[in-house]
């Protein structure tokens, strides 16, 4: 069964940090690629990041470029999404999941080019 375990959500000031985790389970880590994506309410699913679990290669929305890293630590089977510099429009559900192959790759920011999904973490930034 696959499972992921979404953490280190919360509230926290603007300006803050917070490090999001994602401990997957259920499947071949190292053949998916694992992204983060983030949902706030009365808006749509937005791709934040992607990192590649073979060699680590990593992809940013432009809303993250700069303020957000996301890293793996494969051995652990989890991913984690550090998130600094945080504004009141980061507030939303983030979500990771699980992807693989060339077609995912090529439409990371898309919700149809993920196979599993995460139950999500809440982050609210106060202004």
């Known amino acids: 069964e696959v499972q992921f375990l979404e953490s280190g959500g919360g509230l926290v000031q603007a300006g803050g940090s917070l490090r999001l985790s994602c401990a997957a389970s259920?499947?071949?880590?190292?053949?998916?690629?694992i992204g983060w994506f983030r949902q706030a309410p009365g808006k749509e699913r937005e791709g934040v990041s992607c990192?590649?679990?073979?060699?680590?290669?990593?992809y940013y929305a432009d809303s993250a470029k700069g303020r957000f890293t996301i890293s793996s630590d494969n051995a652990k089977n989890t991913v984690y999404l550090q998130m600094n510099s945080l504004k009141p429009e980061d507030t939303a559900v983030y979500y990771c999941?699980?992807?693989?192959?060339?077609?995912?790759?090529?439409?990371?920011?898309?919700?149809?080019?993920?196979?599993?999904w995460g139950q999500g973490t809440q982050v609210t930034v106060s202004s």
């Open positions: 990192i590649t679990s073979r060699d680590g290669i990593t």
């Open positions: 259920g499947f071949t880590f190292d053949d998916y690629n």
């Open positions: 999941a699980a992807g693989r192959g060339w077609f995912h790759l090529a439409n990371w920011k898309r919700g149809y080019a993920y196979n599993y």
